[in-house]
């Protein structure tokens, strides 16, 4: 794919450069403007995309698997996501990893790397895969704003009061805003944006995981069994398929290689640290720090509600008292997903405007000139009507686990194994059939499984959903 070194920066970088340009105190090697990042704002990028809606959903999935096989998941997929993100990033550059050639985004690593077939089924993969977050999240956006208006309305009219919201008017109002936000130029723009919505995912869910002891103290026992709910509280059929619809939240509470390529181009290289080895660090960092947060709101939430664990935990039954610490939690929650919203929609914006520009290099609708001003018309147009289409099929579809299920089930294997496996032995020359290549290849297998059985379970989630299910009338009762 050709890259527009002017593009990258929003069409804001003027002049010819050559990629060959020698770096300066304002252009890097590659002849775009100085990037800046550093190992935090990384960590924040990388928090902000990870912490996301998903956490919520973990006591859930917790309940489904039980004590021995829950938090034995939870590990496995922060092992996993970390060791193949550490192979992403060092696909980074092609060749030498100080003077290699960049690839900008996921899709032009698995290009340099993998070759021309594969880019393509990349590229709609991840794209699939991150418009298909950014549903999930305008989802859990309303979810939250909801559960305000409801415990708002429980604690004037007492926990028997009609208390009934829609979602719908929340999903426009949020698009409303996504819309506004989405006007920053590109990805290098957001670095406060993710600043601020990570400081918001450790708030909610420090309170999450608060509420969570606080009904375990009031419980005085620890609910839950080693096994996970019970066939008789459900069917076998739906042991099953909630089971393996567990596995598909787990891997989108995890899911953020879509964008690992993109937060890597953001950060500075210095004599002491190249590219990947500033990643490497952020993403044991963020793993780390998540995976804690994670275990203590799973096994948290599922000690304190056993198998009734509430498919989102701040908006499940019980967390009404107090009212406005829940609300507090969930204003956090709505602050981090309209951030993380804009973390997985600017890598679509920038593939969309950049073959525009290759396509229609001449094109006065893509740039115009108004009072002496560069107005990309082009970019405000296309940028509204993704977020309008996003917020319609949220409307049309707002089951929180079940998509976040299949989102993480799609997204799971082709983007944070299959590839980055395939490119680090493309990278490394591992012999066909060696050890390394065999383990690595058992690890791919196993997590193809995984994945397919995940989105069995959440499909068939939606399906149930959609048997009483009715268009446009997202209320909670």
């Known amino acids: 794919m050709k890259t527009d070194a002017n593009f990258h920066q929003g069409f804001e970088v003027s002049g010819d450069l050559s990629s060959e340009q020698v770096p300066s105190t304002f252009f890097d090697d590659d002849g775009r403007p100085k990037r800046t990042g550093s190992l935090w704002s990384a960590s924040a990028h990388i928090i902000t995309a990870v912490i996301g809606s998903g956490v919520l959903a973990l006591a859930w999935a917790t309940a489904q698997l039980g004590w021995i096989a829950g938090p034995t998941v939870l590990f496995m997929f922060s092992f996993i996501t970390y060791y193949c993100s550490c192979l992403l990033a060092s696909c980074y550059r092609t060749g030498d990893p100080i003077t290699g050639k960049r690839n900008y985004t996921y899709m032009e690593a698995v290009k340099s790397n993998l070759g021309g077939f594969k880019f393509?089924?990349?590229?709609?993969?991840?794209y699939f895969n991150l418009t298909g977050t950014t549903i999930g999240y305008t989802i859990a956006a309303s979810i939250s704003m909801v559960s305000i208006n409801r415990s708002n309305c429980f604690h004037e009219k007492g926990?028997?009061?009609?208390?009934?919201?829609?979602?719908?008017?929340?999903?426009?109002?949020?698009?409303v805003v996504e819309i506004l936000l989405s006007q920053i130029p590109n990805f290098h723009e957001i670095s406060w944006l993710s600043m601020v919505a990570a400081v918001m995912s450790f708030t909610y869910s420090a309170i999450g995981l608060a509420l969570g002891i606080a009904k375990f103290s009031e419980?005085?026992?620890?609910?839950?069994s080693l096994s996970g709910i019970s066939v008789g509280e459900v069917t076998q059929t739906q042991k099953i398929w909630r089971s393996f619809q567990a596995f598909g939240a787990i891997a989108f509470a995890y899911s953020y290689s879509t964008v690992l390529i993109e937060i890597e181009d953001t950060i500075k290289a210095t004599p002491k640290s190249t590219e990947q080895k500033t990643m490497k660090r952020a993403t044991l960092i963020s793993v780390i720090t998540t995976t804690m947060f994670y275990m203590l709101c799973g096994c948290f939430g599922y000690a304190a509600f056993g198998?009734?664990?509430?498919?989102?935990?701040?908006?499940?039954?019980?967390?009404?008292?107090?009212?406005?610490?829940v609300d507090i939690a969930n204003v956090a929650i709505i602050v981090h997903l309209v951030g993380?919203?804009?973390?997985?929609?600017?890598?679509?914006?920038?593939?969309?405007e950049q073959s525009a520009t290759e396509y229609f290099p001449k094109s006065k609708f893509i740039e115009i000139n108004v009072f002496g001003f560069k107005l990309n018309s082009f970019k405000m147009i296309w940028r509204t009507m993704f977020v309008c289409m996003t917020t319609i099929v949220a409307m049309l579809m707002p089951f929180f686990e079940d998509v976040v299920g299949i989102l993480g089930a799609i997204g799971f294997w082709p983007l944070t194994v299959y590839f980055p496996v395939e490119m680090y032995i493309v990278q490394k020359k591992i012999p066909k059939w060696s050890k390394k290549w065999i383990l690595s290849q058992m690890l791919s297998v196993s997590c193809l499984v995984i994945s397919i059985c995940a989105a069995a379970g959440s499909i068939a989630g939606v399906i149930k959903d959609l048997q009483v299910y009715k268009p446009f009338k997202t209320n909670m009762h």
């Open 307 to 325: 198998d009734h664990a509430p498919g989102n935990l701040l908006t499940g039954f019980g967390f009404f008292d107090p009212f406005w610490l």
């Open 219 to 224: 419980n005085g026992k620890i609910k839950g």
């Open 159 to 175: 926990h028997d009061g009609a208390c009934g919201v829609s979602g719908t008017p929340f999903m426009v109002l949020f698009g």
């Open 120 to 126: 393509k089924i990349c590229g709609f993969i991840q």
């Open 340 to 352: 993380a919203y804009q973390v997985f929609a600017q890598p679509i914006f920038a593939f969309v």
